[in-house]
C-alpha cells in the first residue's frame, strides 16, 4: 500500500476504533470478526468443566499430566497440563495456554513430545515456573471433530470459532486450578498456534499477554491476497462462501485484531522469510495498531520481532518472547 494511502486508512481506522477515552470500541471490532466466523457461543453453552486426569508423571521440576475437560454438552478436550514443581496452594504460579501449530500429534509438540524443540513453548516455559495448557485444536491429535455435522447443526460457521470458545473453556480450567494465579494468564502459539492465541485474546480479556510467532499477515498481503488458505472448515469457510476470498470484501483484518488487544501486551514473531505470512503485511498491521496503543499510555506492550528466518520460531525470539512474557 502506498504510504499515503496507508496513513489515510490509519487515520480512518483510528475514527473508526476510539471511543470517547481513546480506548477501541472491541465489542463493534468482534462483531466484524463474527461476520467471517460465525457468532460467539453464549454462556448459556457452558457446561461444569468436569476435568479428569487421565495420566501423571513426575518429571525434571513439573509434573505432566494429560487431562480431559468438558467444554460443551458432548465435548470434551484432552490436553496436556503441566505444574512446576514449586507451584502450590500458597505461592500460584502465571499460566500460559500453549497452542500448537497445523501438526498431526497437536497438543504433543507444545510439551516437547515432538520432533521440533523450538515448538515446545510448554515444556520451556514449565521450566521457567509457568502453569502451561496445550489442548488438542479441533481434528489433531486426540481430538476427533466433525466440522461439517457441527455446521449442519447449527452448533458453530467456522472451526476458528469453535476453536476460540474451547480457549475460552481452557481459560476457565486453568483459572479453577488452586496452583494458578488466576489473573496472570496469557497466551503463545505458532503459526496455526498462534493466530489461535490472538483470536481467542480478541474475545477474552481474561488473556493478559500475548506472544503470536508467524501466526499472521494482513489478508492482502496473504499469499498475494489468495485466502484459500483460510477457508477450509477448520479455519473460517465463509471467507469464501460469503465473501467470495477477496481481502477486499472480508468484513475484518488482522488490524482489527490486535487492536482489540490494546492495552494489553502483545508481541508478533514475523521472521522476514515467512513463505505463509508475508512481513510487510505483518508490519503494516502493527503500524495501524501503534498509534492506539500510545494513546492508551501502553506503547511499550506493542512488539515485534523480526528476525532473518523462515517460518520458524528461532531461538533469539523464543528468548525474546519469554522475556515479554
Not at 461476520?35 to 468443566?49: H, I, Q, S, T
Not at 458432548?74 to 514449586?86: I, K, Y
Amino acid at each position: 500500500m502506498p504510504r499515503t494511502l496507508l496513513a489515510l486508512a490509519l487515520l480512518l481506522s483510528l475514527c473508526d476504533w476510539a471511543g470517547a477515552d481513546d480506548a477501541p470500541d472491541r465489542a463493534a471490532l468482534r462483531k466484524k470478526m463474527e461476520r467471517a466466523m460465525g457468532p460467539l457461543p453464549g454462556a448459556d453453552r457452558k457446561v461444569p468443566l468436569d476435568p479428569k486426569v487421565v495420566t501423571e508423571e513426575k518429571l525434571d521440576g513439573y509434573v505432566r499430566r494429560k487431562v480431559t475437560f468438558a467444554v460443551e454438552k458432548g465435548d470434551r478436550v484432552p490436553a496436556w497440563l503441566l505444574v512446576p514443581a514449586g507451584a502450590a496452594r500458597e505461592r500460584k504460579a502465571p499460566a500460559v495456554l500453549c497452542l500448537h501449530q497445523t501438526v498431526a500429534i497437536g497438543k504433543d509438540e507444545p510439551v516437547g513430545l515432538g520432533k521440533q524443540d523450538s515448538k515446545a513453548q510448554a515444556l520451556h516455559l514449565v521450566k521457567r515456573g509457568y502453569v502451561c495448557l496445550a489442548p488438542d485444536y479441533p481434528s489433531f491429535g486426540e481430538y476427533k471433530y466433525d466440522f461439517p455435522a457441527a455446521f449442519q447443526r447449527g452448533d458453530y460457521q467456522s472451526g476458528t470459532m469453535k476453536a476460540i470458545w474451547n480457549n475460552m473453556r481452557a481459560v476457565d480450567y486453568l483459572q479453577s486450578l488452586p496452583e494458578v494465579d488466576g489473573d496472570r494468564v496469557g497466551a503463545i502459539g505458532h503459526s496455526l498456534g498462534g493466530h489461535n492465541a490472538m483470536f481467542t485474546a480478541a474475545f477474552d480479556e481474561r488473556l493478559k499477554a500475548v506472544v503470536s510467532s508467524c501466526g499472521f499477515c494482513s489478508f492482502e498481503k496473504y499469499y498475494k491476497g489468495n485466502l484459500k488458505g483460510w477457508t477450509s472448515d477448520r479455519y473460517m469457510p465463509k471467507i469464501a462462501s460469503e465473501f467470495g476470498s477477496d481481502p477486499k470484501k472480508v468484513p475484518f483484518d488482522f488490524s482489527d485484531v490486535v487492536v482489540s488487544f490494546a492495552p494489553r501486551p502483545f508481541l508478533a514473531v514475523a521472521p522476514e522469510k515467512d513463505s505463509n505470512f508475508e512481513v510487510s503485511g505483518v508490519r503494516e498491521v502493527i503500524e495501524v495498531a501503534k498509534p492506539v496503543y500510545q494513546k492508551l499510555g501502553a506503547a511499550d506492550r506493542l512488539r515485534a520481532v523480526y528476525p532473518d528466518a523462515g517460518h520458524e520460531f528461532p531461538a533469539d525470539a523464543r528468548k525474546t518472547a519469554y522475556e515479554f512474557l
